[in-house]
């Protein structure tokens, strides 16, 4: 990914050679650029947050007694645990170097699946099974064209996408899928546990996983080389096609479980369901990546961008924004992301 790697191959201030005529205490000439970068770092990393904390004031006080409450906190998280798992799906794939928009059409094939195999007469776990494995066949494919095909994979993904929604229409014949599918299946995610939804313990747990995953081990940390210098971590021994086709296919998968819980906390699945969530977890993927001293995509900050893009929308809906408001919120966010991110990439110059 372009913001994880030019991050990752900026050289540090502290090996740039020093000039000997500049004096070295706090009055010299470059004391006050050094603060300024400074500042301007702990700014950004602080910026989502604080982003975050003025939409939790500002929609508490224009909509008291209705965005400030339990109820409605409960809401926004298990609406957008969904988004969350999308959004780290979107990450991993983004963590190998790699730009996977075919996630939104991975979920809704996953779901539709799901919900046609309900249909069919099939029982849970072969349903779930059959969505699941859809996910690993796409990211296989998707691998496939990227590693072996060597094809730019923007237009990979673009491809599948355009494969995997033309394949969900042909199965629900442009139509939402609901027959059959039981009351249990909604059960499974919206159930509560200390007043906390399934759902949102799923995507907790999901995070979790995948964060110490990435972060934590060696394998996450070759991924992470494989994404941000691929011929350097090649020449040093990483076989870096293997850790690309895993975070492709691991993406994938994870894009196809949000499609099986989406299609459980609606009891439907449509042709096209995965392609409003896309936008959105794309940008929070780099909006999170702010967070990072670096600019370095995590899950953390992921799931960070998701509560605070998803708060902003809960709250311009209930003060009446039209329908067309969270895409262009959303668009906006990305393009700040991307502007934020850059402003930080230059302070470590």
Known sequence: MSAQAAASSAPS?????????????????????????????????????????????????????????????????????????????????????????????????????????????????????????????????????????????????????????????????????????????????????????????????IAGLLGYLISRTPFGRRMRASGTGREAAELVGIRTSRYVTAGLMTGAFVAAVAGVLNTARLQSAGPDGGSAVMLGSIAAVFLGAVVSPRGHLNVGGTVLAVLTLGIGISGLTMMGAPSWVPDVFNGLALIAALLISRAGRRTTR
């Open 13 to 205: 201030t502290s090996s740039a050679p020093s000039a000997p005529s500049a004096p070295s205490g706090p009055s010299g000439p470059s004391a006050p650029s050094v603060r300024s970068r400074t500042a301007l770092r702990l700014a950004a990393q602080w910026s989502l947050a604080g982003l975050l904390l003025a939409f939790v004031v500002f929609f508490s006080i224009a909509r008291h007694g209705q965005f400030d409450t339990g109820t409605n906190a409960r809401a926004i998280l298990y609406a957008q645990s969904v988004t969350v798992v999308v959004g780290i799906s979107a990450m991993i794939s983004a963590t190998v170097g790699e730009i996977d928009i075919s996630i939104g059409a991975v979920m809704t094939m996953s779901g539709v699946l799901t919900a046609w195999a309900y249909g069919q007469g099939w029982s849970t776990l072969p349903a779930v099974g059959l969505g699941l494995a859809s996910g690993l066949a796409a990211g296989a494919l998707n691998a496939l064209l990227i590693v072996r095909g060597r094809i730019n994979s923007f237009i990979a993904t673009l491809a599948v996408t355009t494969l995997l929604t033309g394949f969900a229409q042909l199965v629900t014949g442009g139509l939402t899928l609901y027959k059959s599918i039981p009351n249990g299946f909604n059960d499974a995610v919206a159930s509560t546990v200390a007043g906390i939804p399934l759902m949102v313990l799923y995507a907790a747990a």
